[in-house]
């Protein structure tokens, strides 16, 4: 079992830097590949990027790719999403998962925090 908790989430204006956290608890964290996903209302969940068990292996969503950083910090339990150059459509709920595989599928991921709310303003 594996509880996830995000933050960091907030209002800045365009182009500007958030950093989200994920901190997790249980004793099998380091065991899970890691994904943050967002969706917004009305839409389904959509992938923005994943990370292994390890932290050796990343994985972006397209539109992110070279904005955003994922990394992981097993001995503190925590995920992170460093989200830089943020735009407008960036605006929504991120949550973040623990599952098997540092996949796209949000059906592979067992366990979801409650989400962090991004608003980026023009």
């Known amino acids: 079992q594996v509880q996830l908790v995000e933050s960091g989430g907030g209002l800045v204006q365009a182009g500007g830097s958030l950093r989200l956290s994920c901190a997790a608890s249980?004793?099998?964290?380091?065991?899970?590949?890691m994904g943050w996903f967002r969706q917004a209302p009305g839409k389904e969940r959509e992938f923005v990027a994943a990370?292994?068990?390890?932290?050796?292996?990343?994985y972006y969503e397209f539109s992110v790719k070279g904005r955003f950083t994922i990394s992981r910090d097993n001995a503190k339990n925590a995920v992170y999403l460093q989200m830089n150059n943020l735009k407008p459509e960036d605006t929504t709920v991120y949550y973040c998962?623990?599952?098997?595989?540092?996949?796209?599928?949000?059906?592979?991921?067992?366990?979801w925090g409650q989400g962090t709310q991004v608003t980026v303003s023009p």
């Open positions: 249980g004793p099998t964290f380091r065991s899970y590949a």
């Open positions: 990370i292994s068990w390890g932290g050796g292996s990343t």
């Open positions: 998962a623990a599952g098997p595989h540092p996949v796209r599928d949000s059906h592979d991921y067992h366990y």
